[in-house]
C-alpha cells in the first residue's frame, strides 16, 4: 500500500484553521469582514473568556437564505468569486471561502441569519465541523454568529492562547481598527456586561477619532490627502505589431492616501502605532512602513517612530491581495509608485504644516513603547485614573502586525462615556495657517465645556443585550451635540505653526543657550545650536544638490588615524566626500591626510566629523552606492558637518543674530526638530500662560 493519502475534510479544515485561526482576535476579523462584505451598518461584537468562552458577531447585513447559509460552511465555498479573472480585481475582504468552515472545525458554532424577503430564517447548529442541527426560526433580517469553546477539540491549539486580559485587548485593537476604517458604521464592543467600544456611525475620521480616543490624540494629530494617477510606467509595454499609434492612455485609476499623522514631539520605540489600511483592509507591509519611515527622516531620531493612521486607495487591479492567508499582508503592481507617493505625501505635509510643539506636551514627548491608537480593555485590577494605555511587550517584534498587547494583566481603566454625533461637526483637519478661525476668549462658553468634560470622563453604564438590536441614532442632549463641537474646534484652533518664526520678537537668551522670544501665540523658547543646525544642514543639502560646496584649506594636512574595516568604508564614500567640500587622501595604510575641509570645520570637530560618518557607513558590499544608500549618505554627512559647526551652548548672541537665525529658521523646511531628531522650538501658548494664572 502506498504512502500517501487524501486528508479527511476535518483535517483538511483543522490544518486551514492553523492558518486562518490563531486566536479569537482572527475569529473577530473574519467574522468582522464577513458582516461588512454583507454591507451592515450595525455591528455587534460580544466576548466572554478573552474570546475563549464566547464570540459573538451580530450585524444587520443582507443576511442569507437556507442554502446559502448550510453551504457556507462547506471549504471554498464564497459568494465573491466566479472565474479566475475575478481575482486580479478583489474588492471585497474576503474571498476565500475558508473562514467559516475553518472555525467551524475547531469550536461549537450556532449561525442565526435571515435575509430580506424570506418567509422564515435558518438556525444551523456545528461543533467540531459536524452540523448538528438544522431549524427554520423567526429572525430580523441579518446575521448572528456565535463561537463558543474556541479550541475545544484541539487542546494544544489551546493551551498555546495567553491571559483573557491579553486576548481581550488584541479583539478590542481589532475592533477599534475596523471602526476607525469605517467611520459610516457603528460598532460595539461588549464583554462581561461592559461596553468597551461604542463607536455610533460619524461622518469624518477625525471624528470617529474623537469619539475613540478623545481630545488628546487627536490634538497629537495632522491631517494628510494627497492622490495621484497610477502610470503607465511599470506596466509591461505590448509588443511592437500590437501597438496602435490611435491608442490613447489608457486610464489605470487613482492612488489616494488620506489619514494622521503624529507632530515630530509624538515618538514611539517600536512600528506598533502605525496603522495602515489599503481599501480599507488592515494589513502589515514593510515597504510602506519604509516609506514612512524615510518620511520622518532627520524629523525624529532614527530610533525612534511615529504614530501613523494611513488609509489607501487605489484600484482593485493594483493590489494582490491573496499572498498570505490570514489577508494581513499584500502586493502591489506599481510598488516604487505606491512608496514614493506616501513617502512624499507625508515628507510634504510635514513641510506644510511646520507643527510647533507645545511647551508643556513636550516635556512628557520621550518615545514610549504603549501603542497610541489602542484603547484598553478592562480587567479586575484598578489602575490608574489618567487613562494610560496598558504598555506592549518588551520583546514585542518591531514588525510584527500592530496589536501588540502585555501578556499581563493590564491596568483597569473606566471606559470613557460615548458621545453620540448628530448631524456634521465643525472640523475639517485644518490648521490655523489653512484657514481656521482664531480662537476668541470671549466667545468661549465655560457652561457648555464643563458639560463636556463631565461627559468625557463620567464612567459608562454598559446597556443590556437588547442595545444590540436599538436604533444606532439614540437621541442626545444639544447640549451634548454643543460640547462636543465647542471641543472639535477647540482642537483645531489650538494647533500652532512654526510659519511666524521670522515675525517673532527677540526678548534674550537664557543661560547663553536658549533664546526667548514673543509672538502672538505665546512665549517662544529655541535651542539655539539645533536651530542653526537646522540652517546648516539643509543649507549643505541645497550646495550639495547644485555641486556648489564651500571648502577651507588647511596649512598643515590632518592626519586621522582608522582602523583596517573602516579604510574600507572609506574608500566606498570617498568620492561623496569630495563632492561635499573634504579633500582628503590615503597616507599609509591606516591613516587618512585631510588638506581641505567644508567652512565652518576645524581642528577636533572636523576628527570628529570624518570618523562619525565614517562609523556610521558601512561596507557590506563592493558595489557602487545605489540611489537610496547615496541620499542616506548626503544626509549624514550633512547632518554631521551642521552638527560641529552650528552654535555652541554656552554662546552669547546679540539681538541681530538673533533675529538673523530666526529669520533663517523660518526659512527652512522642517524648522521642528534638528537632523537627528531633537525639537528645535518650544512654545508655552498664551492660553497656557492664562490658565496658569488663573485668567481662565
Known amino acids: 500500500m502506498g504512502q500517501i493519502r ?17 486566536r479569537p482576535a482572527s475569529v ?10 454583507a454591507g451592515a451598518t450595525r455591528i455587534c461584537v460580544e466576548v466572554e473568556g478573552g ?3 464566547l464570540i459573538r458577531v451580530t450585524d444587520d447585513g443582507q443576511g442569507m437564505n437556507r442554502d446559502d447559509a448550510l453551504l457556507a460552511f462547506e ?5 465573491k468569486l466566479r472565474t479566475v479573472d475575478d481575482l486580479l480585481s478583489i474588492a471585497t475582504l474576503g474571498f476565500r471561502g475558508e473562514a467559516l468552515p475553518s472555525i467551524a472545525s475547531v469550536a461549537r458554532v450556532t449561525l442565526e441569519t435571515a435575509a430580506a424577503g424570506e418567509p422564515t430564517g435558518t438556525r444551523i447548529e456545528i461543533a467540531g465541523g459536524k452540523i448538528l442541527r438544522v431549524d427554520d426560526v423567526a429572525l430580523p433580517r441579518g446575521t448572528t454568529l456565535a463561537v463558543a469553546d474556541l479550541f475545544f477539540n484541539t487542546p494544544a491549539r489551546r493551551k498555546f492562547l495567553r491571559a483573557e486580559s491579553t486576548e481581550l485587548a488584541h479583539v478590542t485593537a481589532l475592533v477599534t481598527h475596523y471602526a476607525l476604517a469605517h467611520p459610516g458604521k457603528h460598532f460595539e464592543l461588549t464583554s462581561a456586561s461592559h461596553t468597551i467600544v461604542s463607536a455610533p456611525p460619524v461622518t469624518r475620521t477625525a471624528e470617529r477619532i474623537y469619539q475613540i480616543f478623545g481630545k488628546e490624540t487627536l490634538a497629537a494629530l495632522l491631517p494628510v490627502a494627497a492622490e495621484t494617477p497610477f502610470a503607465r510606467a511599470g506596466l509591461p509595454e505590448p509588443p511592437p505589431w500590437r501597438k496602435n499609434p490611435d491608442d490613447k492612455p489608457r486610464n489605470l485609476g487613482t ?9 515630530p514631539e509624538l515618538q514611539k520605540l517600536n512600528r506598533n502605532s502605525i496603522y495602515i489600511f489599503v481599501n480599507h483592509r488592515l494589513i502589515r507591509d514593510r515597504l510602506l512602513l519604509h516609506a514612512i519611515t524615510e518620511a520622518y527622516r532627520n524629523v525624529i531620531p532614527p530610533t525612534s517612530f511615529p504614530v501613523v493612521l494611513l488609509f489607501l486607495e487605489m484600484p482593485p487591479e493594483e493590489v494582490d491581495v491573496n499572498v498570505h492567508p490570514a489577508k494581513t499582508e499584500v502586493r502591489f503592481r506599481q510598488q516604487s509608485l505606491v512608496h514614493d507617493f506616501v513617502r512624499d505625501s507625508l515628507r510634504t505635509a510635514l513641510i506644510q504644516a511646520r507643527p510647533a510643539a507645545g511647551f508643556l506636551a513636550a516635556l512628557d514627548s520621550q518615545p514610549s513603547a504603549s501603542p497610541s491608537l489602542m484603547p484598553p480593555a478592562p480587567s479586575p485590577v484598578p489602575g490608574p485614573p489618567d487613562g494610560s494605555a496598558p504598555l506592549a511587550p518588551p520583546d514585542s517584534d518591531p514588525e510584527a502586525f500592530p496589536t501588540a498587547v502585555a501578556d499581563a494583566e493590564p491596568f483597569h481603566l473606566t471606559p470613557r462615556a460615548p458621545l453620540p454625533v448628530s448631524g456634521q461637526l465643525p472640523f475639517d483637519g485644518r490648521s490655523r495657517a489653512d484657514g481656521g478661525q482664531p480662537f476668541d476668549p470671549q466667545s468661549f462658553d465655560r457652561q457648555a465645556w464643563g458639560e463636556a468634560a463631565k461627559a468625557l470622563f463620567t464612567p459608562f453604564i454598559a446597556p443590556d443585550a437588547a442595545a444590540c438590536t436599538s436604533s444606532p441614532n439614540a437621541a442626545s442632549a444639544p447640549a451634548r451635540d454643543a460640547a462636543v463641537a465647542t471641543a472639535l474646534v477647540e482642537a483645531e484652533q489650538e494647533a500652532a505653526s512654526l510659519d511666524r518664526l521670522g515675525s517673532l520678537k527677540p526678548i534674550g537668551q537664557l543661560r547663553e543657550s536658549f533664546i526667548l522670544a514673543a509672538g502672538e501665540d505665546g512665549l517662544w523658547i529655541i535651542d539655539q545650536h ?27 594636512p590632518l592626519l586621522v588615524e582608522l582602523k583596517p574595516e573602516q579604510m574600507v568604508v572609506f574608500a566606498r564614500i570617498a568620492d561623496e566626500l569630495e563632492y561635499n567640500g573634504f579633500d582628503v587622501e590615503p597616507f599609509g595604510p591606516q591613516t587618512l591626510a585631510v588638506k581641505a575641509a567644508p ?5 577636533a570637530e572636523l576628527e570628529r566629523t570624518l570618523a562619525e560618518v565614517i562609523e556610521q557607513s558601512s561596507a557590506d558590499s563592493d558595489e557602487p552606492l545605489r540611489n537610496e544608500e547615496l541620499t542616506r549618505l548626503r544626509a549624514r554627512i550633512a547632518a554631521s558637518i551642521a552638527c560641529h559647526s552650528a552654535i555652541k551652548v554656552n554662546t552669547p548672541l546679540d539681538l541681530n543674530r538673533i533675529e538673523w537665525l530666526l529669520l533663517e529658521l523660518g526659512k527652512t523646511s522642517h524648522p521642528t526638530s534638528c537632523p537627528h531628531g531633537r525639537p528645535i522650538a518650544l512654545l508655552y501658548t498664551w492660553k497656557e500662560i492664562q490658565r496658569a494664572f488663573h485668567r481662565i
Open 51 to 53: 474570546g475563549r468562552k
Open 6 to 22: 487524501i486528508l479527511s475534510d476535518q483535517v483538511a479544515n483543522q490544518i486551514a484553521a492553523g492558518e486562518v485561526v490563531d
Open 28 to 37: 473577530v476579523k473574519e467574522l468582522l469582514e464577513n458582516a461588512l462584505d
Open 75 to 79: 471549504r471554498h465555498a464564497t459568494s
Open 530 to 556: 539645533v536651530a542653526h543646525e537646522r540652517v546648516l544642514f539643509e543649507k549643505i543639502l541645497r550646495d550639495r544638490q547644485v555641486e556648489h560646496v564651500q571648502r577651507q584649506r588647511l596649512l598643515m
Open 255 to 263: 492612488l489616494r492616501v488620506t489619514g494622521f499623522y503624529s507632530k
Open 599 to 603: 567652512v565652518g570645520l576645524e581642528g
